[in-house]
Nanobody
Framework: QVQLLESGGGLVQAGGSLRLSCAAS????????MGWFRQAPGKEREFVAA????????YYSDSVKGRFTISRDNAKNTVYLQMNSLKPEDTAVYYC??????????????????WGKGTLVTVSS
């Protein structure tokens, strides 16, 4: 059974930084695309960032491009999301996600095969 465990969320002031981590287990991590999604109160879950199986290809939503960086360490079965210049509108529960065997880049929720339980990020103004 695949498990995705997020960590690193918390409360930060606007302009600050946080680094989220997601430790994966249950199947060969390096074979699957990974992504981060977020859900703010009263809103639908939305795509944030994605990385291909090798780490060479990344993709970002327009709202975080230039501020967030996704990366992965296949030796540690972990994907990261470095978040800089945080804004109050970045406040949300952030979810780690893993794609299916045929998913090259994980940019929509319908491509997600497994979800983590989420970690809360709160950005104060």
């Amino acid at each position: 059974q695949v498990q995705l465990l997020e960590s690193g969320g918390g409360l930060v002031q606007a302009g600050g930084s946080l680094r989220l981590s997601c430790a994966a287990s249950g199947r060969t991590f390096s074979g699957y695309a990974m992504g981060w999604f977020r859900q703010a109160p009263g809103k639908e879950r939305e795509f944030v960032a994605a990385v291909g199986w090798s780490g060479d290809h990344t993709y970002y939503s327009d709202s975080v491009k230039g501020r967030f960086t996704i990366s992965r360490d296949n030796a540690k079965n972990t994907v990261y999301l470095q978040m800089n210049s945080l804004k109050p509108e970045d406040t949300a529960v952030y979810y780690c996600a893993q794609g299916g065997v045929h998913t090259v880049i994980l940019v929509t929720t319908n491509l997600v095969e497994y979800w983590g339980k989420g970690t809360l990020v709160t950005v104060s103004s």
